[in-house]
Structures are given as structure tokens and as C-alpha cells.
């Protein structure tokens, strides 16, 4: 079944305790982004990588860092988590950026 | 990166009767245009698209939306609604020559019998 699998599903920590989201999909995509989904602000792109080794910035990158050195995988990594990181992340991907995009279930991020 | 508004973040709407949610866009420049749809406790799932062509497109569950240049809107209709389309609707536009992709905030459609 084509799917992009993002582990885990809800998460709390603390303030500066390095977390890492993973996400992998099945379906040879080249583009892979993250998101984050706030009231009130729909969602906001965080990272997006176009291939293998490629990443750049979406909107609202700041304290988030993330790596694609295999084609299937993209993880999202907070080296010091703050409470303003609390909120619904989503990992998706597309064969092209004009693509459909194929969405993960979503992570409750919690930092207290 | 383009901003995009949804001018309604709620849609109360009685069951059988038709639905607008309307989306502008900051930019002019050739751009594709979506429309997601998130229902409770899930991931967004793609109701439909505009990359060129025909401005009124076709999507899954009876929905449309039409692609207007001079107004920069692509605003998404459906003309009987079901209870089972109560979800919160994302519009999301990306330019052609640009790999970010920007969501509107959301508009929450509630179906009532």
C-alpha cells in the first residue's frame, strides 16, 4: 500500500530534551516536505528537500533541522525543543512539487 | 512565497444545499493551485488541482473549483453538500518556479440535516 508512515504518533517532552520525528514513504517520491499545523494558521511548511542530499527552507524553519540521505526517508529533528514547538506535524511527498501531495497521519508534538 | 487567504473560516451549511469557500491568492505569476481536504483526526487528502488548461476543474466527492487569473481566486463549490463532508477544507498555492508550497488558514465546513 503506498503510504508515507510517520512515527511517532503522539509525543511529549521537555524543553531542550533533542527529539526526532521520522518520516518514510513507499512510493519513490522525489519531494518531501514538513509541515506544521496550528489553529487558526492552517499549515506551515517547514523543510522540503527535492532529492537525495537536497533540503532548503520552507516558512518557518527556525529550530528545526532535517537530513533525506536516503531517497525514501526524511526525518525532522528538534535539537532543543521549546514550548512554541507544540503543535500537529506533518510529513508529506510527491513525485514533482506540482504533484499530488501523499500526507502522514500527523505527530501531536507537546513540549512542556 | 505566495500568501494565501481564505476569507471564511467557518461554513455552517444544511445538508443537500450548496457550498462555496472562497480562496485568494498574493501573486499573479503561473502558479498551481489546490485544495485539501482534512477530516477530524486525519491527514489531508487532495480534492483537486489546477496546474493549467481548462480554468474550472474537477474533483473527487462532487467538488469543483474555478481558477480566475484576474482575480487571483480559485474558490471551491460543491452544489449538494452530505453530512459526511464536514471537514476542514485547505486551499494551497505554489508558484511554478518556486518548490514551497503555501496553505490558506483553513475554513471548517459543518454539514447539519
Known amino acids: 500500500e503506498a503510504q508515507v508512515t510517520q512515527n511517532p504518533r503522539y509525543l511529549i517532552t521537555v524543553t531542550g530534551k533533542k527529539l526526532t520525528v521520522t518520516c518514510s514513504q513507499n512510493m519513490n517520491h522525489e519531494y518531501m516536505s514538513w509541515y506544521r499545523q496550528d489553529p487558526g494558521l492552517g499549515l506551515r511548511q517547514i523543510y522540503y528537500?527535492?532529492?537525495?542530499?537536497?533540503?532548503d527552507k520552507g516558512d518557518v524553519p527556525e529550530g528545526y533541522k532535517v537530513s533525506r540521505k536516503e531517497k525514501r526517508n526524511f526525518p525532522l529533528i528538534l535539537e532543543s525543543p521549546s514550548p512554541n514547538q507544540t503543535s500537529l506535524y506533518f510529513c508529506a511527498s510527491s513525485f514533482y512539487p506540482g504533484e499530488k501531495l501523499f500526507f502522514g497521519s500527523g505527530t501531536q508534538l507537546s513540549v512542556l | 512565497a505566495q500568501s494565501v487567504t481564505q476569507l471564511d473560516s467557518q461554513v455552517p451549511v444544511f445538508e443537500e444545499a450548496p457550498v462555496e469557500l472562497r480562496c485568494n491568492y498574493s501573486s499573479s505569476v503561473s502558479v498551481y493551485l489546490f485544495w485539501y481536504v482534512q477530516y477530524p483526526n486525519q491527514g489531508l487528502q487532495l480534492l483537486l488541482k489546477?496546474?493549467?488548461?481548462?480554468?474550472l476543474v474537477k474533483g473527487i466527492n462532487g467538488f469543483e473549483a474555478e481558477f480566475n487569473k484576474s482575480q487571483t481566486s480559485f474558490h471551491l463549490r460543491k452544489p449538494s453538500v452530505h453530512i459526511s463532508d464536514t471537514a476542514e477544507y485547505f486551499c494551497a498555492v505554489s508558484d511554478r518556479d518556486d518548490y514551497k508550497l503555501s496553505f490558506g488558514a483553513g475554513t471548517t465546513v459543518t454539514v447539519r440535516a
Open positions: 528537500s527535492m532529492n537525495v542530499e537536497v533540503t
Open positions: 489546477y496546474l493549467s488548461g481548462s480554468t
